[in-house]
């Protein structure tokens, strides 16, 4: 059985850094790509970042994220992380993990397994 759980998150005020990890169970975690997504409410769910199985990154295009979220991995602890700094109000979502069999993805829908997801609050 797959699982994915995050980890985390929490209430930090705006300009803060959090580190969330994804601990991944039950797949071959050496070859699947994991990815960060983050939902908002009343928002559509939003790719962060992801790292493949052959350790290339990705990150989203948008400027609201770009610069401040850094995603690392480490294959012997079966883990992803998201650091992110200089945290802004805006940033407060729920933070979901997601794996894929895809080298690369920014969509949704091509990640098959998903986490119950952290709740990140930046206050002002």
């Known amino acids: 059985q797959v699982q994915l759980v995050e980890s985390g998150g929490g209430l930090v005020q705006a300009g803060g850094s959090l580190r969330l990890s994804c601990v991944a169970s039950?797949?071959?975690?050496?070859?699947?790509?994991i990815g960060w997504f983050r939902q908002a409410p009343g928002k559509e769910r939003e790719f962060a970042a992801s790292s493949s199985w052959s350790d290339t990154t990705a990150y989203a295009d948008a400027d609201s994220m770009k610069g401040r979220f850094t995603i690392s991995r480490d294959n012997i602890k079966n883990t992803v992380y998201l650091h992110m700094n200089s945290l802004e109000p805006e940033d407060t979502a729920v933070y979901y993990c997601?794996?894929?069999?895809?080298?690369?993805?920014?969509?949704?829908?091509?990640?098959?397994?998903w986490g119950p997801g952290t709740q990140v609050t930046v206050s002002s």
């Open positions: 039950g797949l071959t975690f050496a070859s699947h790509t």
């Open positions: 997601a794996a894929t069999r895809l080298r690369r993805s920014s969509w949704a829908k091509d990640y098959n397994y």
